[in-house]
Structures are given as structure tokens and as C-alpha cells.
């Protein structure tokens, strides 16, 4: 069973794809923990620029309270009525309709010695009094002046804005009361107090574009002095903390602001995202295709070639598609195409060695017996016939002794090309099956063919007249030659050719230069030359 993962293919894919696993992770990781804290980083900043607007826009408020209180400051008649010079001041300019012209909750005088001159203004139900003191009617103002007082103390600016936490949301302006713009000392002071009402700050929203909302809180409650809180996809909540009269209270501005910048943001990463994503998974798909068409697929092409080469008993060309690349993966082919053919020569040149004798170029014992096997085994099974020779050099010693064992080995060179020749038109097999002794297979030849053909052969060779003047039989080369043909007794190829080797023998017992025929009942007849 094949190991999971043992091919090339299936070791790329697994490897792209950690590849592309990995890729994908780093960045969803990249994203996570450096993209997005660098929206959210960019969305802090923008929720504080918008509270640094609404900042700058309650500043902008408190600078027109500043001049407004500044210009009545600096009225000669309220320095003349500060002075006392002139007791008509109020009645002529502080009424109610002033304050609601001016959109203001109350006006405080104090002296020089900062103590109330007059007060007017708004009680806690809405009733419009105006006093010398902060007697009743007026003691709503007590608070207001110790403010004013208590800011006096510690700082004696010309003028002075600040919000108000208490008793309620307000903005107040207070300016010193002057001759002649601060030629002279100042004569007292003079503040103003407009509430933060809800459609002041209404306007607010509507300058700002920003839905926002003031709360006073105790400063000792507000452990951050500005707070982001994303409170949908959509909304955050944005607050900050903004000093105020008293000490111990703040004014908190409380916005909510719209995400569109982070989302829009988040919208166009998430696009990029998604496109780099896409991007990699087509690049690493498409390496893939060009890894399988260029080098997964021709390799398995040439795997599947060599598999093919354990089946096959002679090479099957090399295809052509692996042999005309230019590639390594061609010069590989070739290479091993060369290989190969170098291999099937060597091991043909082999088997040609193994199965011929090498003095005289006829097949050896080893081919004639695989061969007569064969033929045996046919001729059973079709019910052929088989015809066999067996052939041995008269006083082949004698000739050796005489003319050298070179001039014999010549000698057998002879008659071995000999008889090939005489027997090229037949499909016979000759072979050199011993030292001076050869063997002719004869398939689909008859016992009295075989002689016929024997006979030949003994009178070619006594006509070829090789000189041997020391044979007794012959002044030539003689051979004695035994015959044997398949029968019922004679039905395997030890049989056959025992036969033949009695014959062979008889031939020789005979007088020799002669054939000789194994006949059945065991009787063996030799037919003279
Ligand atoms: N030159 C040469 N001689 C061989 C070769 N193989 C066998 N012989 C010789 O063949 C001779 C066979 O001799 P024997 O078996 O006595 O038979 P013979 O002399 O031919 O006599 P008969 O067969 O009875 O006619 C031996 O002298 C072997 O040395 C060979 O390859 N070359």
C-alpha cells in the first residue's frame, strides 16, 4: 500500500497549501494586531479632535459672554453707577427685558471692596428680582457671589470666562468695571450669568454637528478626564472633562460620534484583505497548475515509463514529449533513454554470449536445449513432428595429434559454417553441443526427412575433402551422424536425444562416416554411406 503523501504531487499540494494556510493566518494576524489598532489609534484621535471642536466652541461662547460683559464694564455709566454717582443706572438699564435680550440669568455689581452693589436676575422659580443686596428676594445670588468672590481671591485678571457646575449649567463672564479702559483702577466688578439651556444647546448641536449633552459631576468621580466607548458598529460615545466653578465640579461634554471613518476604513482594508487574499490563493493555485503541467505530469509520464519497462521484454520507445524537452527533465530522458539502450545491447550482447559457443558462432548446448524444449513441447501439443542429429568428428584426437590443436580448432570452425550454410535454407537449429560433437534440431521433420537431410550432409562434408590422412576411416575429415525422430517412446527431449546419441554411437560402431537411425522396440539400424 503507497505511504499517504509518498508522491510529488500530493507533498506539493499539502506544502502550498501550509503555504497558503500559513500566509493567510499572518494576515489575519497582521490585521488583528497591527492594522486595526491603527484604525482604532486614528478613531481615538478623531473622537478627541471633535471634543477639541466642541471645546473650542464653548471657549467661542464664553469669549462673546467676555465681551459682552466687558462692554458693559466699560460703560462710563456703570463706572459712574459703581461709584454712586449715578442711583437712575438700574432702573433705566436693568430690567427683565434686558436679560432676555441678552439671553442671561443674572447680572452681579460688586464694589471695590467686592461686596454686592446690585444684583438681578432669576430666582430658583423663574420670578425676575433685582436688589441693592442679597437680601430676600435676591438671596438666589449669595452662591453666585461667593463664586465670584472666591475667583477674585485667588486670581484679579481684568476679566475672567468659566463654566458653572453649580448650582446649574451656566456660563458666566466677569470683567472689572473701568473708566476710560482701564485708565483708571478698577471700580468694581461686574458678572454675567447665562444658563446652558436646551436650546442653547440645541444651537450647540447645530453649530457643532454633533449630538452632545453637559452633565456636571464632582470632580473626585472622574478617574479619566477623557473617555472613548465604542458602543455599536456604528456609534461611539465620546466624553471629557472640562474645568468648572466650583473646584470640586466638572462639566463633562458627552458626544456621540459616528464611525463612518472607521468603518469606511475597516471597508476599504477588508476590500484590500480580501483582494490580497484572492490574490494569493489564485497565485498559489496557478503555481500549482504550472508545477503539475511542467514537472508533476512529465515526471509521472516518465515513471510510468520505466514501470512499463519491468513489463515489456524489449524497451518501448521513450516518449516523445520527454525526449524533445529542453528542460532537465529532457536531458534526463535522454540520459536514461542512452542508458537504457546501452543496457539492452549489453544484455543482448549477454545472452548472445550465453547462448552461443564462441569458437564456432553456433548456439551452445544451453539455446539448443531451451529450443528443443520448445519444439518438444509443440510438437505435443499439436502433434508435430521432431526430427534430431547428432554429429561427432571421426578420430577427431588423431587430427589434433597430427595437425595441432589450432588447425582442430580451425577444423571445427569449418564444419560448423559448413553446415550452417548447408542447412540456411531449412528453419533447423544447429549447435555445437559438445567438443567435436554438433546437434541439429530439425522441427517439423519426419525420421525419413531427417535421414534424407543426414545423408546430405555426409556426403557435403566428404565432398568438402578437409585432408585428415591420418584417420583411418578417410583420408578427409568423416563424421558418423545419429538420427532420432519423436514417437510415442520418444516423446521428451532426453529421450529424443539419447535416441540420437545411440544412433550417433552405432553410426561410429558401424565403421563410422555413415548415419545411423534409432528405431523403435529398441532396435537401432545404421544405413551405411
Ligand atoms: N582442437 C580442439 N579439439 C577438441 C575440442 N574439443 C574436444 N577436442 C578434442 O576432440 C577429441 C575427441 O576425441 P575422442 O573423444 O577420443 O574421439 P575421437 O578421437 O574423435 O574418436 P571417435 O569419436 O571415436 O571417432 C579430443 O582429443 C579432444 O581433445 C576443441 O574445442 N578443439
Request: hydrophobic content about 40%; proline content about 4%.
Amino acid at each position: 500500500m503507497t505511504p499517504p503523501f509518498s508522491s510529488l504531487r500530493h507533498r506539493f499540494f499539502l506544502a502550498l497549501g501550509g503555504v497558503l494556510c500559513f500566509a493567510l493566518l499572518a494576515l489575519i494576524l497582521v490585521a488583528r494586531y497591527q492594522i486595526m489598532p491603527i484604525l482604532l489609534e486614528d478613531e481615538e484621535k478623531y473622537a478627541s479632535g471633535e471634543l477639541d471642536r466642541v471645546e473650542r466652541t464653548l471657549g467661542s461662547e464664553l469669549n462673546h459672554m467676555r465681551r459682552l460683559v466687558e462692554d458693559w464694564a466699560w460703560w462710563d455709566d456703570t463706572y459712574d453707577f459703581i461709584q454712586g454717582q449715578r442711583p437712575e443706572y438700574t432702573d433705566s438699564n436693568i430690567y427683565e427685558s434686558t436679560l432676555e435680550t441678552l439671553d442671561l440669568k443674572m447680572m452681579i455689581f460688586l464694589d471695590v471692596r467686592n461686596q454686592p452693589s446690585w444684583v438681578a436676575g432669576y430666582d430658583e422659580d423663574g420670578e425676575f428680582t433685582s436688589c441693592p443686596d442679597t437680601a430676600p428676594p435676591c438671596d438666589w445670588a449669595t452662591t453666585y457671589i461667593n463664586y465670584l468672590q472666591a475667583r477674585l481671591d485667588s486670581e484679579n485678571e481684568a476679566s475672567q470666562t468659566w463654566l458653572l457646575a453649580q448650582p446649574e449649567l451656566a456660563m458666566a463672564a466677569m470683567s472689572g468695571i473701568y473708566q476710560s479702559r482701564e485708565t483708571s483702577p478698577s471700580a468694581g466688578w461686574l458678572m454675567m450669568v447665562r444658563p446652558l439651556s436646551a436650546p442653547w444647546l440645541e444651537q450647540l448641536r447645530d453649530t457643532t454637528g454633533i449630538d452632545l449633552h453637559l452633565t456636571s459631576i464632582a470632580a473626585e468621580n472622574e478617574a479619566v478626564h477623557e473617555s472613548l466607548e465604542r458602543v455599536s458598529a456604528t456609534h461611539m460615545a465620546a466624553s471629557r472633562a472640562v474645568d468648572a466653578m466650583p473646584d470640586d465640579r466638572l462639566v463633562r461634554i458627552d458626544a456621540t460620534l459616528p464611525r463612518q471613518r472607521y468603518q469606511a476604513s475597516l471597508e476599504t482594508f477588508r476590500f484590500a484583505l480580501y483582494w490580497t487574499s484572492g490574490v494569493l490563493v489564485l497565485t498559489v493555485l496557478v503555481v500549482l497548475w504550472l508545477l503539475e503541467s511542467i514537472v508533476l505530469a512529465p515526471l509521472r509520464q516518465f515513471s510510468r515509463y520505466t514501470q512499463r519497462l519491468h513489463l515489456d521484454t524489449t524497451p518501448s520507445p521513450m516518449p516523445a514529449s520527454l525526449l524533445n524537452r529542453h528542460d532537465e527533465i529532457g536531458t534526463l530522458a535522454q540520459e536514461f533513454r542512452h542508458l537504457l539502450d546501452h543496457q539492452y545491447q549489453q544484455s543482448t550482447l549477454l545472452l548472445e554470449l550465453s547462448q552461443h559457443d564462441s569458437l564456432t558462432g553456433l548456439a551452445n548446448r544451453r539455446l539448443f536445449d531451451e529450443q528443443l524444449k520448445q519444439t518438444m513441447h509443440q510438437a505435443q501439443t499439436h502433434g508435430t513432428q521432431v526430427a534430431t542429429l547428432m554429429i561427432d568428428i571421426d578420430h577427431f584426437k588423431l587430427y589434433n595429434d597430427h595437425y595441432g590443436h589450432l588447425a582442430g580448432d580451425d577444423c571445427l570452425s569449418t564444419l560448423a559454417e559448413f553446415m550452417q550454410g548447408h542447412l540456411a535454407s531449412h528453419r533447423f537449429l544447429a549447435a555445437r553441443t559438445g567438443g567435436e560433437e554438433f546437434s541439429i534440431l530439425m522441427p517439423g521433420t519426419s525420421l525419413n526427412e531427417a535421414l534424407d537431410h543426414a545423408h546430405e550432409l555426409l556426403e557435403a562434408i566428404n565432398s568438402l575433402a578437409l585432408p585428415h590422412e591420418y584417420s583411418p576411416t578417410s583420408p578427409y575429415v568423416t563424421v558418423s551422424i545419429g538420427v532420432a525422430a519423436r514417437q510415442d517412446n520418444l516423446s521428451t527431449p532426453s529421450d529424443i536425444m539419447r535416441a540420437a546419441d545411440q544412433a550417433m554411437y552405432q553410426a561410429k560402431a558401424g565403421g563410422r562416416n555413415r548415419v545411423a537411425a534409432y528405431q523403435a522396440q529398441d532396435q537401432t539400424s545404421s544405413i551405411e554411406h
